[in-house]
Structure formats: structure tokens, C-alpha cells
């Protein structure tokens, strides 16, 4: 059974993190939020003061982490005192699950190989109900030695495990990704609230859509509409979930990368002006499946 040091145990690094545990390794966890260790402590972590003490004597070190600028700071380089990478045993696997931007996720890769150390960055997808369930799909950036020394742990907190190429390439296709998302929790929620102005029930259109030409994800399993997906942040005031900021930060991501790559983006745009206005109205830290309540007439 490996030790393993967990950095940010917060909506899905927490659930992550007790999944470790159930699998039977030796979980430490470190998080700016008390209240967050606290929780992986409840789960049967142990707790770790700093990020250098978390990373520590481990055999691995995940991180789940906000973003970019967390990510470079928590992970820093070679002689950085109390960054992770400078804290870490020789051997010790570094594994990066944050969504951050391709180029952080080249430099902190950088920045490790330097110093001998393995490293892969696996952004997921499948939400907090994923994370709970150990369903998420990893998309895994990386030299393939190091994803095979990581797949068997991926494989614990996901479901599906794939491999997208070397570093940067699992970032790329995770922005992609939640952009798609983005556009389609837009559609399915103007869906829903557009039947609701009709004057039909929300639940007549999930169930034809969820067996018709509408059907997506976030329809199925994450319906905005309260009471119709079971486990949804919907049915919950739409806490605890994937935070507008966070979806809002992805779509800068997708859209920044389609202006350097040239390729239009008139709806994945359209999606980020969205959940700005989303985060601006005071709805940053709800779940994005939120955003219906922006759309709802009556
Ligand atoms: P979260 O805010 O719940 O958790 C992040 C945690 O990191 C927080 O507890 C925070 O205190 C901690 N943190 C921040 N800076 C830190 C530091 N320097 N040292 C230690 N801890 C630090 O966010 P989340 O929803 O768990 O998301 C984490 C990552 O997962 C993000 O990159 C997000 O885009 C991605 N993601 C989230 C979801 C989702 O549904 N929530 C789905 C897929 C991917």
C-alpha cells in the first residue's frame, strides 16, 4: 500500500482523498481550509500542517487545487524552501488534478523533471457526484512511464482513465471539455426553463430528451432543474458543486486558447460572458448548474 501526500481536499479532492483510503493507502492531507482537513480527517486522513510536510516521505503527491497561479506556487521548483517540489523524497510521483492552463502545466512539469521526478497532470471530469462515487474520467498528460506508475491509483478515484499525451495534452482536452459542458448546461437549462414558460412540467421534457436528439449530460445527470436528477447540486440550493468561478476560469482558459489557435469560439464566448455575469451577480461560489436561475422567467 503507497503513502500518499493529498494537497486541496476541497469539494473533489476530499471525496478523492477517502477513496484513497477506502483502497486501503495511507492518506495525509494538507489544505489551506481547517474546515477541509478537518473533513479528509473524519474520512481517516492524517494531517499535515504545510504543503512541504504533507509532500514529505511520501511514495505519491496529488494535488486538487483551484488553478494556475495555486498550482506553480504550491509545486515551485528546486530550492524553493517549503515548495512541494523541493520537499519530496527522490521517487516520490507527482500527480497534478487540478484544471489549470496548458503552460502552467508545462512549467510545473518542467520544473519537476529537473529535479528527476516523475510527474503527470490528470484534470478530471464527472463533478462532485463522480468524486463521491470514484467514476471520474482522468485525462492524463505526461511521458507514459509515469502514467503507468500512476494509472493504478487513477484507476481507484475514476472510472476511466485515459491517456492524452505528453505534458500540457491532458489540460488541452479537459478545457475542451468543460466547455462543452458549459454550452450545453446553457442549452439544457434555457431547455427547461423555456417548457416551464410554456407551461409544461420541467420532467415531461427530461424524460423525452433524456431518450431523444436533446440528450446530454448534463441532462442526465445533472439536470439544473430541481428534483430531477438524483445526487444533482440543483436539488440542494446548488451547493456543494463545481463553482461558477471555476467554470467561468475554464471558459477564459478555452477562450484564450481559441484566440492564440485562431479557432472561433462564438459559442464557447458566449458560455464565458455568461458565467462572468453568473460569478458578477453574487453566484460564484454556487454550482454552475445555477446559471438557470439567470433564465427563469417565472
Ligand atoms: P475547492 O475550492 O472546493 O477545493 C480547492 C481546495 O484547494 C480548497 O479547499 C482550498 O482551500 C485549497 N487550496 C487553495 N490553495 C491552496 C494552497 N496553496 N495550499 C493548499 N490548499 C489550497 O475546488 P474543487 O471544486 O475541489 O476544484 C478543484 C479543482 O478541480 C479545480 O481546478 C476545478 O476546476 C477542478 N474540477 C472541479 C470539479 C467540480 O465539480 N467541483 C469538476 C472537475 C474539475
Known amino acids: 500500500m503507497a503513502r500518499i501526500g493529498f494537497i486541496g481536499v476541497g469539494n473533489m479532492g476530499g471525496p478523492m482523498a477517502a477513496n484513497l483510503i477506502k483502497a486501503g493507502h495511507t492518506v495525509t492531507a494538507f489544505d489551506l481550509s481547517a474546515t477541509a482537513v478537518d473533513a479528509a480527517v473524519s474520512a481517516g486522513c492524517s494531517r499535515a500542517d504545510s504543503a512541504?510536510?504533507?509532500?514529505?516521505?511520501?511514495?505519491?503527491?496529488?494535488?486538487?487545487?483551484?488553478?494556475?497561479?495555486?498550482?506553480?506556487?504550491?509545486?515551485?521548483?528546486?530550492?524553493?524552501?517549503?515548495?512541494?517540489?523541493?520537499?519530496?523524497?527522490?521517487?516520490?510521483?507527482?500527480?497534478?488534478?487540478?484544471t489549470i492552463d496548458v503552460a502552467s502545466a508545462r512549467t510545473v512539469a518542467g520544473n519537476a523533471e529537473a529535479c528527476g521526478l516523475e510527474m503527470v497532470e490528470a484534470p478530471v471530469t464527472g463533478g462532485v457526484p463522480g468524486a463521491v462515487a470514484g467514476t471520474l474520467t482522468m485525462i492524463v498528460g505526461g511521458p507514459a512511464a509515469a502514467f503507468e506508475k500512476a494509472k493504478p491509483y487513477l484507476e481507484i478515484v475514476g472510472g476511466k482513465v485515459v491517456h492524452c499525451g505528453e505534458a500540457g495534452a491532458g489540460q488541452a482536452v479537459k478545457i475542451c471539455n468543460n466547455m462543452m459542458l458549459a454550452i450545453n448546461m446553457i442549452g439544457v437549462a434555457e431547455g427547461m426553463s423555456l417548457i416551464r414558460g410554456l407551461g409544461i412540467d420541467p420532467s415531461v421534457l427530461a424524460e423525452v430528451s433524456t431518450a431523444?436528439?436533446?440528450?446530454?449530460?448534463?441532462?442526465?445527470?445533472?439536470?439544473?432543474?430541481?428534483?430531477?436528477?438524483?445526487?444533482?447540486?440543483?436539488?440542494?440550493?446548488?451547493?456543494?458543486?463545481?463553482?461558477?468561478?471555476?467554470?467561468?476560469?475554464?471558459?477564459?482558459?478555452?477562450?484564450?486558447?481559441?484566440?492564440?489557435?485562431?479557432?472561433?469560439?462564438?459559442?464557447?464566448s458566449a458560455a464565458a460572458q455568461m458565467f462572468q455575469l453568473y460569478c458578477a451577480g453574487g453566484m460564484a461560489g454556487d454550482d454552475m448548474s445555477g446559471i438557470i436561475r439567470m433564465l427563469k422567467s417565472k
Request: hydrophobic share 40%.
Open 52 to 98: 512541504a510536510a504533507c509532500a514529505k516521505g511520501q511514495d505519491i503527491v496529488i494535488t486538487m487545487l483551484p488553478a494556475g497561479p495555486h498550482v506553480r506556487a504550491v509545486y515551485g521548483a528546486k530550492g524553493e524552501q517549503g515548495s512541494v517540489i523541493d520537499s519530496v523524497d527522490p521517487g516520490t510521483l507527482l500527480i497534478d488534478c487540478s
Open 212 to 268: 431523444g436528439s436533446g440528450n446530454s449530460w448534463a441532462l442526465t445527470n445533472y439536470n439544473p432543474e430541481p428534483g430531477l436528477t438524483e445526487g444533482a447540486p440543483a436539488n440542494n440550493g446548488y451547493k456543494p458543486g463545481f463553482a461558477g468561478a471555476m467554470m467561468a476560469k475554464d471558459l477564459g482558459l478555452a477562450v484564450g486558447a481559441g484566440v492564440e489557435t485562431g479557432v472561433p469560439l462564438a459559442l464557447g
